[in-house]
C-alpha cells in the first residue's frame, strides 16, 4: 500500500490527476461508442459480447484494440492515483487502497479477455466471454464499494472537528 505520508500529491499534482482523468475519459468516449464498449457494461454474457463486436465491424474493434492499449491504460495508472489521493485525503490511512488496486488489477484483467476476444474474433469462446464479463463486473463491484466508501469518507470528514479543506 502506498502509505499517506509519500503519497500526499501537491494541490497541483491532484488538479494535474483531475485534469488527465477528464481528457482520458473523453478520448475514450471519442474513440468508441459507449453502448458497444464491454468494458461499461456489467455481467454481460458471451453471446452479447460477442454481439457488441459484431455491431463494431472490423474497424471498430481495430479502434477498440488501440483504445485499450494506447488509453486505457494510461488511464488505470490516472485513475488509480487519483482515487488512492481522495481516500487518503477522506481516511488518513491507506486502508481503503486495496480498492483502487482491485480496481485497477480487475480492469488490467478485463483488458487481456477483451484483446483476447478481438483478437480471436469472430470464433465464439464462451469461456473467454465469461472471463471477460466476470473481470469486467468484478471492477464494477469494487467501483460501488469505492463510491460507498468515498461518500462514508466524504460525510464522516464533514460532520468531524477536522473539516480543514473540505468545504
Known sequence: MLNNS???????????????????????KQTMPPELVLDLKFAYSAQE??????????????????CLLIFDIPYMVIYSLLFIQLLNFLWKDNRFQIICFGILGFDLLE???????????????????????????????????????????ALKRLFSKDRRGIL
Open 6 to 28: 509519500n503519497f500526499l500529491l501537491k494541490g497541483s499534482s491532484t488538479i494535474l490527476l483531475v485534469v488527465l482523468f477528464i481528457v482520458f475519459n473523453s478520448l475514450m
Open 49 to 66: 459480447a460477442y454481439q457488441s463486436l459484431q455491431e463494431m465491424g472490423e474497424s471498430r474493434r481495430s479502434d477498440y484494440i488501440t
Open 111 to 153: 483488458n487481456v479477455a477483451v484483446f483476447i476476444l478481438v483478437n480471436i474474433f469472430p470464433v465464439y469462446s464462451p469461456a473467454f466471454g465469461f472471463v471477460a464479463s466476470f473481470f469486467t463486473s468484478a471492477k464494477w463491484i469494487c467501483v460501488g464499494i469505492l463510491v460507498l466508501v468515498v461518500f462514508v469518507g
